[in-house]
């Protein structure tokens, strides 16, 4: 094992340290009001980015970008291949940067895009593009390829894809994470949006999932023609007013994955991908806890449904 692998899994024991868990997550959430709230996610692992008096966007982002920093820092720490395993996995971010360009490019307020740095696959190019049309050519000249359309609605389904598919093929350990997210972004444009995938990116979803997934008119149906590494995302999912549960269970399997992940023996790319993962569940929980804080004791009960 690299030295670089082995500096890597030094950094990611610490890095791993950097969250605030589900126990403090619930105590924000519980948060009487909202100034309380901020103060203690400004005391928590994420307060250096968080300002005072920060509204709820704002520390919700604030806790992405956090997530991000500590993705870019521990990729700093890693072998190519260990930094080609991150920026595939943090490129998600890039989806977000590129939702708010095409919000920009059809006149809508944009948020101000994440600061990817080294995690960034396209992002400096796809930034500068001028129309939805140009977007689509951009993408399609870069690893995200071709969405299959230059509409809003193409683009941000081809970019989820793709980022699924790019996942599995080099991140192994993250390969049913990522199954299962391709799995329940079907089932909730099929059953819960009732829209058929654009045929572009029914393609890219087939490559993970098999082409059985086509002939479902279900969830329960949806379950039964998934392959084992994307079953389990829905295995439990009946009807589509429950995907909001099915995708709490999608978080928590990545949060006990991830400790599983960490704890690996010796050096090398699992117990990166396990803090990394562990990371996006808990900046995942701390996001949720911050949508109830300041709200109603009832509303705690949504929270530990999810958490």
């Given at each position: 094992m690299s030295a670089g692998w082995v500096a890597g899994g030094v950094r990611s024991r610490a890095m791993a340290r950097r969250r605030l868990g589900a126990t403090g997550a619930r105590g924000l959430a519980a948060s009487t009001s909202w100034d309380e709230a901020v103060g203690l996610l400004a005391a928590?692992?994420?307060?250096?980015?968080?300002?005072?008096?920060?509204?709820?966007?704002?520390?919700?982002?604030?806790v992405a970008a956090t997530l991000l920093w500590n993705l870019r820092v521990l990729a700093g720490w890693l072998p190519a291949a260990g930094a080609e395993q991150l920026r595939r996995l943090a490129s998600w971010f890039e989806i977000s940067n590129v939702d708010e360009h095409v919000r920009a490019l059809v006149g809508r307020p944009a948020q101000v895009p994440y600061q990817l740095g080294a995690l960034a696959t396209a992002w400096p190019r796809l930034a500068a593009s001028a129309s939805l049309g140009d977007l689509r050519d951009v993408l399609a000249a870069s690893p995200w390829g071709d969405p299959g359309g230059a509409t809003a609605r193409q683009i941000q389904l081809g970019m989820r894809l793709s980022w699924a598919d790019r996942v599995s093929a080099r991140v192994p350990a993250a390969r049913p994470w990522a199954a299962g997210a391709i799995a329940l972004l079907v089932a909730r444009e099929r059953f819960a949006r009732g829209s058929d995938l654009p045929e572009g990116a029914a393609v890219t979803a087939s490559r993970v999932l098999g082409h059985r997934w086509r002939t479902a008119h279900s969830p329960g149906d949806l379950a039964r023609t998934l392959p084992p590494h994307a079953r389990w995302a829905v295995a439990h999912l009946s009807d589509p007013t429950d995907l909001w549960t099915a995708e709490a269970g999608w978080w928590r399997r990545l949060r006990s994955d991830g400790a599983r992940l960490l704890a690996t023996a010796g050096a090398g790319p699992d117990r990166v991908v396990g803090t990394a993962a562990l990371l996006a569940a808990d900046a995942w929980l701390v996001r949720a806890a911050l949508t109830i804080a300041g709200h109603q004791p009832a509303d705690l009960e949504v929270f530990d449904a999810v958490a």
């Open positions: 928590s692992p994420y307060g250096g980015l968080t300002r005072p008096g920060a509204t709820q966007v704002e520390a919700q982002r604030a």
